[in-house]
């Protein structure tokens, strides 16, 4: 049985540069979710996918962030001219119903 | 607006200790879900349990239990006989309805955590 899946599990960037994550959800759930963590906070909602299609975006969501799950199978995450408020650690989950499972999150340390 | 309150920051106890996690929440929905996550040293949110708003019964689950009030928005977590792998930082999360038109959302709301320390 395998779980969510996300790569890479650490990134270092330097201001201003652009980076991408890969989330792969457990295969038969059809939504998708990104969250974003800070330290010694709790996740927060970034966006959410049903299929290939992003129905609900967060505030936190800045025009700098793009996501995409073209098939409707994986999905990524690029961060565009990344800023130092953006290192955190980004959380992939997937679900077929209420219970949403989480992947190892990407670390993103922005220098 | 959601909100979910984990007062306790951290908690330290010796192994074999009975341990409750406290965990408050402010809702307007009248159907959600509660949710006890576990995030380990590594990184990754583990699940643990769900209850659901229409279901107040309380379960034992192995050495888990959790205690679900509705009349005080309460949905606290007990770890019986805690061992040193329970150390972690536990997260209790609210998931809302939220009504898309082409389907339906649910959004998780965590708390801040609680660090979980068990000692040998």
């Known amino acids: 049985d395998t779980g969510v899946s996300q790569d890479p599990r650490h990134k270092i960037t330097k201001r201003g540069q652009n980076v991408t994550f890969r989330c792969d959800p457990i295969?038969?759930?059809?939504?998708l979710y990104w969250y974003r963590q800070t330290l010694g906070q709790g996740p927060e909602f970034l966006t959410y996918?049903?299929?290939?299609?992003?129905?609900?975006k967060s505030r936190l969501l800045s025009d700098r962030f793009s996501a995409e799950r073209p098939k409707g199978s994986f999905s990524t995450l690029e961060i565009q001219r990344t800023e130092q408020g953006d290192s955190a650690m980004y959380l992939c989950?997937?679900?077929?119903?209420?219970?949403?499972?989480f992947g190892p999150g990407t670390r993103l340390l922005v220098l | 607006a959601q909100k979910v309150t984990q007062a306790q920051t951290e908690i330290s106890v010796v192994e074999k200790e009975d341990v409750t996690l406290d965990c408050v929440y402010e809702?307007?929905?009248?159907?959600?879900?509660l949710f006890w996550y576990k995030q380990p040293p590594s990184g990754e949110l583990v699940f643990l349990i769900r209850?659901?708003?229409?279901?107040?019964q309380n379960e034992i689950s192995g050495r888990y239990s959790w205690n679900f009030q509705k009349s005080t928005s309460s949905f606290n977590f007990t770890i019986t006989a805690s061992q040193v792998v329970d150390s972690a930082v536990y997260f209790c999360a609210l998931s809302f309805f939220s009504v898309i038109s082409s389907g339906s959302a649910r959004q998780l709301t965590f708390g801040s955590g609680t660090q979980l320390t068990v000692l040998p």
């Open positions: 209850r659901n708003s229409f279901d107040e």
């Open positions: 809702t307007r929905d009248t159907t959600y879900y």
């Open positions: 989950a997937s679900s077929q119903r209420e219970t949403q499972y």
């Open positions: 996918f049903q299929n290939e299609a992003q129905l609900e």
């Open positions: 295969s038969e759930h059809n939504r």
